[in-house]
Each structure stands twice: as structure tokens, then as C-alpha cells.
């Protein structure tokens, strides 16, 4: 696996969750997109997680649960993440509340995902999703942990994809 197509995969999938949302705001049938919007979300979430984890040399197998790929984060990083996203969502200052709402969502792209099964499935504050993608992508490109694919052209092929590991730019507020 390469560690900047885990950090570019991260930004897509954040990318393609808040264009569902903002999508979503448009439609009539607000339920049309919801179950699309919130597994990309959580998603999203996963795999920016995944992406700081990988960077940092720190092994994570098979996880899948939210919760548990979190705690795997060092200290200073989960504290930067829960910054972030006081910021943006102060409610979640709360440490008790930000953690239920987080153990709520931790299954979510499972849960969700198969949600046509007729499956129970937990009920939880989209907004706490929304926050904490945004917090969980903030905190990566504060690391620097940020990729841009460019077009290049080589002998082989007409058109071909460069990655480029680059700063990342402060993400506005």
C-alpha cells in the first residue's frame, strides 16, 4: 500500500461525502441521499484515520471501528482532533458527549452500509459525523499528511498520473 494514495483516497472520499451533503440540501426527497451521504461520511472518516495511522507507522490490520482506530491515534493527535472539532461544533466540547456520539458512529459504514438488510442500527447526531470528518481531515493536512495527483505524460502511455506529496494549505474556518 502507498502511504500518499491512502492520504489522496482520504481527501477523495471526504470530497465525495460533503458533495453528497451539499447535494442533498438541494433535493426535495431529503432521504434520497441520506444513506449514500452517511456511509461516504463514515467513510471518510475511516479512512483519514487510517491514512494518519499509516503515516505514523502504526498498525491497525483489519479495523473497521471508529472508536478503536481513535484510541490507536498517539494522545497529541486524538487532542488536536477533538480541537478541531470544538471549533467548529462547541457542543462536542463535552469529553463524555463527544465520546458516546463517537462510539455511536463507530460502526456506521458497516451499519449503514447494509442498512436494507432490515438491520437495527443506532441513531446519532449527523452533525457530530459532519464535525468530526472535518476535524479528522483538518488535523491530517496539519501534519503535512496531503497529495495532489497531476497529469504527466510518458513514453508508455498518453496520459498518466503523477502523485506529488505537498504541504498542506491551511483549511479555511
Same mark, same amino acid.
Given at each position: ?7 489522496? /483516497? ?6 465525495? =461525502? ?20 452517511? &456511509? ?9 484515520? @487510517? ?11 483489519? /479495523? ?36 458516546? /456520539?463517537?462510539?455511536?458512529?463507530? !460502526?456506521?459504514? &458497516?451499519?449503514?452500509? =447494509?442498512?436494507? /438488510? ?15 470528518? !472535518? ?20 513514453? @508508455?502511455?498518453?496520459?498518466? &498520473? ?12
Amino acid at each position: 500500500m502507498s502511504a500518499d494514495f491512502i492520504v489522496y /483516497e482520504a481527501k477523495a472520499f471526504y470530497n465525495a =461525502y460533503i458533495g453528497l451533503e451539499q447535494l442533498n440540501r438541494e433535493f426535495e426527497d431529503k432521504m434520497l441521499l441520506w444513506i449514500p451521504m452517511l &456511509v461516504n461520511g463514515a467513510f471518510s472518516i475511516e479512512i483519514t484515520l @487510517k491514512a494518519i495511522l499509516f503515516k505514523r507507522g502504526i498498525e491497525y490490520g483489519k /479495523e473497521h471501528n471508529l472508536l478503536i482506530l481513535f484510541e490507536m491515534l498517539p494522545k497529541s493527535i486524538q487532542d488536536e482532533i477533538w480541537s478541531h472539532l470544538a471549533e467548529k461544533a462547541p457542543e462536542y466540547a463535552d469529553q463524555k458527549r463527544r465520546t458516546d /456520539e463517537l462510539t455511536l458512529i463507530s !460502526n456506521a459504514f &458497516v451499519d449503514y452500509r =447494509y442498512v436494507f /438488510e432490515c438491520k437495527l442500527v443506532p441513531a446519532f447526531d449527523m452533525r457530530f459525523l459532519s464535525a468530526f470528518a !472535518n476535524a479528522a481531515i483538518c488535523t491530517m493536512f496539519s501534519l503535512g499528511y496531503n497529495l495532489f495527483l497531476l497529469p504527466c505524460t510518458s513514453e @508508455k502511455t498518453e496520459v498518466s &498520473v503523477h502523485a506529488t506529496s505537498i504541504p498542506a494549505p491551511e483549511v479555511p474556518g
